[in-house]
């Protein structure tokens, strides 16, 4: 934040100081007070520049030198970076005494200024342009990436200190304006071609011509020795969501008491059933442990089918996983035939809502929106929502099935509503998905693993002993376990089982009846 915060505080003061410290005494016009002293122009314009000098260049140059000698580096590259920092700095502070130069006041000056920056960025877009024109991959081609734009910049800020010096000099000694407006405007013209005249060429591209006579250098990292430290700190807290600030986890159940007090009157209106759910959904929000006892279900049932639509809106905004959970299981319990307008409405925003499709049938109704589904929410669908298009059994779907199968998150699901689909190629699926998943990160690697085992993929076996030998999740490592010992005769603990994958792998056969890998016998052994 303080890296991007100071350069913009820094530019606006020069932006700001600069016109004024120049038109303290402005070139243009006739009325200067200045003009009537009078004073030398030569002697005006060293003032002037001692005094942004002073000002505007120094203390950024100093500010700089001291962080850098704070963080301990050499006089030599601190030395070596002093003429980079002020060449930087003097070329804006240039460009902005240039302008006020041949403005009359400050509205003028930021007239101009506006005016250059627009025409700058226009020339920056046609020169990117002519860029890609003549070079198309020179946003994607390392070796145009990282070409020697540093050089190209520096060279900039080179040519704009000596032209804006040459003009803001050329204006004090003489106030030809009209003069002094065509050389700024040839002088950026020239400026902004120094700074893509290579992009063009190509000149400064690490080709390999370019590198001819280069030497290459390996540099290795040797360990010259260890460190280390024991710090003690008291109190040291771990807070996490639902701790109690000492680093311990405060379990929350439900609030029974709170619960308690909410009551539904006889006969209520459409604002206390909403009331009713919103004082349901509050005495749930903190808690954090769920059980089958919980009262909330049978609470919301309480709302009656003809409310199924007021807790679809309650679930819409409600906030957290639990009473997502609850809202759900009573729309579930209490949902008919006669809420089917209102659920089909709201299935696009609450996928969830799948599961009251599959319970009555109604599918096809939802075709168009099942379908949808897949092109907006690619990476993750509720396992009803691909049961529901299941149950389609429209082979036009099952292309969007497999797609997500390939490339979503829920693939265990997903592969139990294709192995119920008639007629679809779950083989050839598979294939697909585990040329991807097996590159994938653990939690999705280990719920491919599983499913490829069953496929004849023996690399997946190798894939499990990768995760039960490296990984330090616990569930992860239990799933590992149970592949290897499901599809292998191999027993043993962890590092039998690893031991006995490795042994084997690339000489493992594979039942399709059985789904069983046993050990390749060789057919030549007596």
């Not at 997502?324 to 209102?342: C, D, G, M, W």
């Amino acid at each position: 934040m303080i890296s991007t915060l100071v350069p913009l505080f820094q530019g606006l003061v020069i932006l700001i100081i600069v016109p004024f410290v120049i038109l303290e005494e402005p070139l243009v016009g006739t009325t200067a007070f200045w003009l009537t002293r009078p004073i030398s122009r030569g002697t005006l314009l060293r003032s002037k520049a001692l005094y942004l000098m002073l000002v505007l260049a120094l203390p950024p140059l100093v500010a700089q030198v001291l962080v850098m000698a704070v963080n301990e580096v050499t006089l030599q590259d601190i030395a070596l970076a002093v003429p980079q920092i002020l060449i930087t700095e003097l070329s804006f502070i240039f460009s902005m005494a240039a302008l006020a130069t041949i403005s009359a006041n400050y509205a003028k000056f930021a007239l101009a200024a506006a005016i250059a920056f627009v025409a700058v960025m226009i020339i920056n877009a046609l020169g990117l342009f002519a860029t890609l024109s003549l070079h198309p991959d020179y946003l994607t081609d390392p070796a145009k990436i990282h070409s020697i734009t540093v050089t190209r910049r520096l060279m900039y800020d080179v040519f704009v200190i000596l032209g804006a010096g040459g003009l803001i000099a050329y204006q004090y000694l003489t106030r030809q304006t009209r003069r002094s407006v065509g050389g700024i405007i040839v002088g950026t013209a020239l400026a902004l071609a120094v700074q893509f005249f290579k992009n063009g060429t190509g000149a400064d591209y690490l080709t390999p011509e370019w590198l001819a006579d280069a030497t290459l250098v390996r540099l290795e990292v040797a360990p010259i020795g260890a460190f280390s430290r024991q710090i003690s700190v008291e109190p040291f807290l771990l807070n996490a969501r639902g701790g109690n600030g000492q680093g311990e986890f405060t379990t929350t159940p439900a609030d029974l008491e709170a619960l308690g007090k909410i009551t539904l009157p006889p006969n209520p209106t459409t604002d206390q059933v909403r009331q009713y759910i919103r004082d349901i959904v509050n005495a749930s929000r903190k808690q954090n442990v769920y059980t089958a006892t919980d009262p909330q279900v049978a609470m919301l049932t309480k709302a009656g089918s003809e409310n199924v639509g007021t807790l679809i809106a309650a679930k819409a905004t409600a906030e957290g996983g639990a009473i997502q959970s609850y809202l759900l299981r009573a729309i579930e319990e209490l949902a008919t035939p006669e809420n089917k307008a209102v659920i089909l409405d709201a299935l696009p925003e609450q996928q969830d809502l799948a599961s009251v499709v599959v319970k009555f049938g109604w599918e096809r109704d939802a075709r168009a929106t099942l379908i949808a589904g897949f092109n907006e929410h690619p990476q993750y669908l509720p396992e009803s929502w691909i049961e529901a298009v299941g149950l389609l059994q429209d082979p036009t779907t099952y292309p969007l099935i497999e797609d997500y199968f390939v490339n979503g998150n829920s693939k265990s699901a997903t592969f139990q509503v294709l192995e119920k689909i008639p007629g679809f190629n779950i083989a050839g699926g598979v294939d697909e998905m585990w040329k991807k998943a097996k590159y994938d990160r653990a939690d999705q690697l280990i719920e491919a693993c599983d499913i490829a085992a069953q496929y004849g993929h023996a690399d997946a076996l190798d894939a499990a002993a990768k995760i039960l030998e490296d990984d330090h999740n616990r569930y992860y490592r239990k799933v590992a376990r149970r592949i290897i010992t499901t599809y292998t005769p191999s027993t043993g603990d962890d590092e039998a089982l690893i031991g006995w994958v490795k042994a084997n792998s690339g000489n493992l056969v594979f039942d399709p009846q059985t789904k069983k890998y046993s050990i390749k016998t060789n057919s030549n052994q007596p």
